[in-house]
């Protein structure tokens, strides 16, 4: 592309040379002002005339030199006009400048004359005013510009015009031109408007023509435009496609071909780079002219090799070594596989938080002078280097420790509570806890606004921290107000029933963090968010409740493969927070190689607007077993009332009516013969739960507790009489990296009742992904005398896993799992010594469309005839 901007600017002056110094050069005399001031401005007498010497200089006047009045009594001269006159002729000059400056405060005025030495015109007087000696300067340039056009008989702009422009506004052309009709035809100010014309970046060439007139110059500005951007191209890119780096660009089609803006983008692309770490990219472009003035635009990318984290090191640490110092942060070094985990990554936001992260790493180990100094990165090649300087100084032990202030507890029994005190190094971490136990101890008691500062004492010559905590309890709080937003879809009274705060009753904070845990355990939103304010008074507060929901309707599919079913799948529609009440609905059906099953079921959590929960479901199963078929039809009526936090009773009434038919004489055992036909079970169950889990799905803490009895027949009715007993528990445990241990068992019993039958369907078999993975469904069972399979009447199973968040804000956490447990028959004892086991690992992810369970699991103990190359099994959902 043609570029002209030095040769527009050479030509102008080349133009404007002739017009500025072609004529005689003017001599001028300039000679001291006088100052008039009641504080001491003498130095101004000389300043002044220096510096409207140097621009008129710039304007190409012979300013005399001041010596050249040395052995003239000039003084005497300057009585009269007359004097004045014959001193211009004696020192050679064509003009004569003087004048005064008078100062009244702040306010100042300038009268300066001006007055030729041949001739007998009166002297040219020029006044101007100002305030604030910052002004001075402007005020001496509006002098000079007046005695300038007098000096040089310049004449008057009297018209600007524009032509050649097609797209460009000519406003917006005039606002970039300082030239205007009425100012002094003046060759430095043209030389600035065509700088600033030609730095708009729209123009390839400029040209000025004046043209005279009777009362004045016109101004003609010739411009050029450049072309149209036609077509934006990238070549040499394979990191980012064509349309992400489209996306990172200011300049588009269509478009004035800016080189200033092609510039800016160049360094916009290769700033994107630099995200990913090619810190040696080179991006360079092209313009290839068309017709019709338009061009295409072509950046040429050269990506270089992604830089990497070749070293870091540490400068200044002896308590700690540098091995221990990279594992307190998140950059690092480049490992075997970095193209897995992307070790080695520069990341300026980590890096800046690893300072953070190692200076608390030695403050919490008793380090609390210590100081970590800004990384030092160096680019080599295709490395980085990494060094960091560390001023470790002493290390404090923890001295006393007291408490003071409004104490509302006994002192002994608030420093007990705290945990500095269990330390034998300074630790700014615990002190920072104690700090938030102790302010959570006091807004438990209604005291919102408690202030707790802890007042740290070093002593240099004992190496000790002393501290204390000074509490100022302020006054009780009760809240005035609950204001709750955000909620489109979920009615306001399913938020409150479940805070434990109340409207008019006292502040509490553990209380307020059980609502907020409560309301996240609905899984009815995605954030919720809590701001308390003053309320009317200063011991009332308005709590605000910010919620945004999500989706509550899934429509889910899953399936998996196991020896009994081959490939299965299932679905179901449900809706967990109907109308917006809280209401769960749901319709899912069961399809596989051996059985079908289609359940309707409704919950209404909170009965009557007390937390008695009541529901019901209806279905129809149909289950073609390996020895026998039933088709049953049934319901059951459920119930559940909460005792006390995440403590739930329920009781159940459920009615079964089941049609055993297609048994196989040979291998079906004699108790399964015995069922053939009509079989009715009328049970009722009690049951006890504890869930305290902080969220259904991929919990990080809490437990989950259950026990129930089942009685059928007897009083009740039916063909089946039994009674079975079930037990569960899963504890959740926060582990280091934020990652999770999960152990869970669970155990049944089943006896048969006087006068009624303890069915196959109702005894227990063990397989699958709820059960233990690598197994099959119903794989682990018992057998009886005659070595028929059949359901046992006992079990145990137990499941550990280790849960690890892969990609934690979108919801991905992989998982590691060891399952085991066994079945036994009516003649067995349950042994610890004799159970299966399977291991494996799975994904799982809470994704938009609802949660997705993905694990594969082996068998550790197979049998002959397992299958030893392990088990695929998935579930998935989808969101409406």
Same mark, same amino acid.
């Given at each position: 592309?043609?570029?002209?901007?030095?040769?527009?600017?050479?030509?102008?002056?080349?133009?404007?040379?002739?017009?500025?110094?072609?004529?005689?050069?003017?001599?001028?005399?300039?000679?001291?002002?006088?100052?008039?001031?009641?504080?001491?401005?003498?130095?101004?007498?000389?300043?002044?005339?220096?510096?409207?010497?140097?621009?008129?200089?710039?304007?190409?006047?012979?300013?005399?030199?001041?010596?050249?009045?040395?052995?003239?009594?000039?003084?005497?001269?300057?009585?009269?006009?007359?004097?004045?006159?014959?001193?211009?002729?004696?020192?050679?000059?064509?003009?004569?400048?003087?004048?005064?400056?008078?100062?009244?405060?702040?306010?100042?005025?300038?009268?300066?004359?001006?007055?030729?030495?041949?001739?007998?015109?009166?002297?040219?007087?020029?006044?101007?005013?100002?305030?604030?000696?910052?002004?001075?300067?402007?005020?001496?340039?509006?002098?000079?510009?007046?005695?300038?056009?007098?000096?040089?008989?310049?004449?008057?702009?009297?018209?600007?015009?524009?032509?050649?422009?097609?797209?460009?506004?000519?406003?917006?052309?005039?606002?970039?031109?300082?030239?205007?009709?009425?100012?002094?035809?003046?060759?430095?100010?043209?030389?600035?408007?065509?700088?600033?014309?030609?730095?708009?970046?729209?123009?390839?060439?400029?040209?000025?023509?004046?043209?005279?007139?009777?009362?004045?110059?016109?101004?003609?500005?010739?411009?050029?435009?450049?072309?149209?951007?036609?077509?934006?191209?990238?070549?040499?890119?394979?990191?980012?496609?064509?349309?992400?780096?489209?996306?990172?660009?200011?300049?588009?089609?269509?478009?004035?071909?800016?080189?200033?803006?092609?510039?800016?983008?160049?360094?916009?692309?290769?700033?994107?780079?630099?995200?990913?770490?090619?810190?040696?990219?080179?991006?360079?472009?092209?313009?290839?002219?068309?017709?019709?003035?338009?061009?295409?635009?072509?950046?040429?990318?050269?990506?270089?090799?992604?830089?990497?984290?070749?070293?870091?090191?540490?400068?200044?640490?002896?308590?700690?070594?540098?091995?221990?110092?990279?594992?307190?942060?998140?950059?690092?070094?480049?490992?075997?596989?970095?193209?897995?985990?992307?070790?080695?990554?520069?990341?300026?936001?980590?890096?800046?938080?690893?300072?953070?992260?190692?200076?608390?790493?030695?403050?919490?180990?008793?380090?609390?002078?210590?100081?970590?100094?800004?990384?030092?990165?160096?680019?080599?090649?295709?490395?980085?280097?990494?060094?960091?300087?560390?001023?470790?100084?002493?290390?404090?032990?923890?001295?006393?420790?007291?408490?003071?202030?409004?104490?509302?507890?006994?002192?002994?029994?608030?420093?007990?509570?705290?945990?500095?005190?269990?330390?034998?190094?300074?630790?700014?971490?615990?002190?920072?806890?104690?700090?938030?136990?102790?302010?959570?101890?006091?807004?438990?008691?209604?005291?919102?606004?408690?202030?707790?500062?802890?007042?740290?004492?070093?002593?240099?010559?004992?190496?000790?921290?002393?501290?204390?905590?000074?509490?100022?309890?302020?006054?009780?709080?009760?809240?005035?107000?609950?204001?709750?937003?955000?909620?489109?879809?979920?009615?306001?009274?399913?938020?409150?029933?479940?805070?434990?705060?109340?409207?008019?009753?006292?502040?509490?904070?553990?209380?307020?963090?059980?609502?907020?845990?409560?309301?996240?355990?609905?899984?009815?939103?995605?954030?919720?968010?809590?701001?308390?304010?003053?309320?009317?008074?200063?011991?009332?507060?308005?709590?605000?409740?910010?919620?945004?929901?999500?989706?509550?309707?899934?429509?889910?599919?899953?399936?998996?493969?196991?020896?009994?079913?081959?490939?299965?799948?299932?679905? #179901?529609?449900?809706?967990?927070? %109907?109308? $917006?009440?809280?209401? &769960?609905?749901?319709?899912? @059906?069961?399809? /596989?190689?051996? !059985?079908?099953?289609?359940?309707?079921?409704?919950?209404?959590?909170?009965?009557?607007?007390?937390?008695?929960?009541?529901?019901?479901?209806?279905?129809?199963?149909?289950?073609?077993?390996?020895?026998?078929?039933?088709?049953?039809?049934?319901?059951?009526?459920?119930?559940?009332?909460?005792?006390?936090?995440?403590?739930?009773?329920?009781?159940?009434?459920?009615?079964?009516?089941?049609?055993?038919?297609?048994?196989?004489?040979?291998?079906? #055992?004699?108790?399964?013969?015995? %069922?053939? $036909?009509?079989?009715? &079970?009328?049970?009722?169950? @009690?049951?006890? /739960?504890?869930? !305290?889990?902080?969220?259904?799905?991929?919990?990080?803490?809490?437990?989950?507790?259950?026990?129930?009895?089942?009685?059928?027949?007897?009083?009740?009715?039916?063909?089946?009489?039994?009674?079975?007993?079930?037990?569960?528990?899963?504890?959740?445990?926060?582990?280091?990296?934020?990652?999770?241990?999960?152990?869970?068992?669970?155990?049944?019993?089943?006896?048969?009742?006087?006068?009624?039958?303890?069915?196959?369907?109702?005894?227990?078999?063990?397989?699958?992904?709820?059960? %233990?993975? $690598?197994?099959?469904?119903?794989?682990?069972?018992?057998?009886?005398?005659?070595?028929?399979?059949?359901?046992?009447?006992?079990?145990?199973?137990?499941?550990?896993?280790?849960?690890?968040?892969?990609?934690?804000?979108?919801?991905?956490?992989?998982?590691?799992?060891?399952?085991?447990?066994?079945?036994?028959?009516?003649?067995?004892?349950?042994?610890?010594?004799?159970?299966?086991?399977?291991?494996?690992?799975?994904?799982?992810?809470?994704?938009?469309?609802?949660?997705?369970?993905?694990?594969?699991?082996?068998?550790?103990?197979?049998?002959?005839?397992?299958?030893?190359?392990?088990?695929?099994?998935?579930?998935?959902?989808?969101?409406?």
């Amino acid at each position: 592309m043609r570029r002209y901007s030095i040769g527009i600017v050479l030509a102008f002056w080349c133009w404007l040379s002739p017009w500025a110094y072609g004529a005689e050069a003017v001599r001028i005399l300039i000679l001291p002002f006088e100052i008039y001031s009641p504080e001491d401005r003498s130095q101004l007498k000389e300043d002044i005339p220096k510096v409207m010497g140097l621009q008129l200089k710039q304007e190409g006047a012979v300013v005399l030199d001041m010596q050249i009045l040395e052995g003239i009594a000039w003084k005497e001269k300057m009585e009269s006009l007359e004097g004045i006159r014959v001193l211009g002729v004696q020192t050679g000059a064509d003009y004569i400048l003087w004048g005064s400056m008078t100062w009244i405060g702040k306010k100042f005025s300038i009268d300066a004359k001006l007055m030729q030495s041949l001739g007998k015109e009166p002297p040219r007087s020029v006044y101007t005013e100002g305030e604030g000696i910052e002004n001075l300067s402007g005020s001496i340039t509006d002098i000079v510009k007046d005695i300038d056009s007098t000096i040089f008989h310049r004449q008057k702009v009297v018209e600007i015009r524009i032509q050649g422009n097609d797209r460009i506004e000519i406003d917006a052309i005039r606002r970039k031109i300082k030239t205007q009709p009425g100012s002094v035809f003046h060759a430095g100010d043209l030389s600035e408007d065509l700088k600033s014309i030609y730095s708009m970046g729209y123009f390839e060439n400029i040209r000025i023509e004046s043209e005279d007139r009777a009362d004045g110059k016109i101004i003609t500005f010739f411009v050029e435009e450049k072309p149209t951007i036609r077509v934006i191209r990238t070549t040499g890119n394979t990191v980012y496609d064509n349309e992400e780096i489209a996306k990172n660009l200011t300049i588009k089609t269509g478009s004035i071909l800016n080189i200033f803006m092609i510039q800016q983008n160049v360094r916009r692309i290769e700033e994107l780079y630099r995200e990913k770490n090619y810190h040696n990219v080179k991006v360079s472009y092209l313009v290839h002219e068309l017709k019709n003035r338009q061009a295409d635009l072509e950046f040429v990318i050269k990506e270089g090799e992604k830089v990497r984290i070749k070293s870091i090191a540490f400068e200044g640490n002896s308590a700690f070594t540098d091995k221990k110092l990279k594992k307190e942060m998140k950059t690092s070094e480049k490992g075997v596989f970095s193209w897995i985990t992307a070790s080695g990554e520069l990341n300026q936001e980590n890096l800046n938080q690893d300072v953070e992260k190692i200076a608390a790493f030695y403050h919490n180990n008793g380090y609390i002078q210590a100081k970590v100094g800004e990384p030092q990165v160096e680019f080599k090649e295709n490395w980085i280097y990494i060094t960091m300087k560390i001023e470790e100084g002493p290390r404090f032990k923890v001295g006393t420790v007291d408490i003071e202030g409004d104490l509302i507890l006994p002192k002994e029994e608030l420093i007990e509570k705290i945990g500095i005190k269990k330390e034998e190094y300074y630790s700014r971490e615990v002190v920072r806890n104690d700090s938030l136990l102790l302010s959570d101890l006091y807004s438990d008691q209604g005291y919102a606004y408690a202030n707790i500062s802890p007042r740290i004492d070093q002593d240099q010559e004992k190496r000790v921290v002393n501290i204390a905590y000074t509490i100022k309890k302020g006054g009780e709080v009760f809240f005035e107000n609950i204001v709750i937003s955000g909620n489109i879809k979920t009615r306001d009274k399913v938020i409150r029933r479940e805070l434990s705060v109340y409207e008019q009753e006292r502040y509490s904070g553990v209380q307020l963090k059980k609502s907020i845990r409560n309301l996240y355990r609905l899984d009815y939103f995605e954030d919720v968010k809590v701001n308390t304010v003053k309320g009317s008074s200063d011991d009332k507060m308005v709590l605000k409740i910010d919620v945004r929901e999500k989706p509550t309707g899934f429509f889910s599919v899953g399936g998996g493969y196991s020896s009994v079913e081959n490939l299965f799948a299932m679905g #179901s529609i449900t809706q967990r927070n %109907l109308f $917006g009440r809280g209401q &769960t609905l749901q319709l899912k @059906a069961e399809l /596989g190689g051996t !059985s079908t099953r289609y359940t309707l079921s409704f919950t209404e959590p909170w009965l009557f607007d007390v937390p008695l929960s009541a529901g019901m479901d209806l279905y129809n199963w149909k289950f073609d077993y390996d020895t026998y078929d039933k088709d049953s039809v049934g319901g059951k009526v459920r119930f559940g009332y909460r005792l006390f936090d995440y403590t739930t009773a329920y009781l159940y009434y459920t009615y079964d009516v089941a049609d055993i038919t297609n048994i196989d004489e040979e291998e079906a #055992s004699d108790s399964i013969k015995d %069922l053939e $036909g009509i079989n009715t &079970t009328s049970s009722i169950t @009690a049951k006890m /739960g504890y869930d !305290s889990r902080d969220r259904m799905f991929n919990p990080t803490e809490g437990q989950k507790h259950g026990v129930s009895v089942e009685y059928a027949g007897g009083p009740l009715g039916g063909d089946m009489a039994f009674t079975k007993y079930l037990v569960e528990t899963g504890w959740y445990i926060p582990l280091f990296l934020s990652t999770t241990g999960f152990l869970h068992g669970e155990a049944g019993y089943a006896q048969e009742n006087p006068g009624g039958r303890l069915p196959d369907y109702e005894r227990f078999y063990l397989g699958g992904m709820n059960s %233990l993975r $690598g197994f099959g469904s119903r794989d682990i069972h018992a057998v009886d005398e005659e070595g028929m399979e059949i359901g046992g009447d006992k079990y145990v199973q137990f499941n550990v896993e280790y849960l690890i968040p892969l990609v934690k804000k979108a919801g991905v956490v992989g998982v590691l799992f060891y399952d085991t447990g066994n079945v036994y028959n009516d003649d067995e004892s349950i042994d610890l010594s004799d159970l299966r086991e399977s291991a494996g690992a799975g994904v799982r992810w809470y994704s938009p469309i609802g949660p997705i369970r993905i694990e594969y699991g082996y068998i550790l103990d197979p049998e002959d005839g397992e299958d030893t190359r392990g088990r695929w099994a998935f579930s998935m959902g989808q969101a409406f």
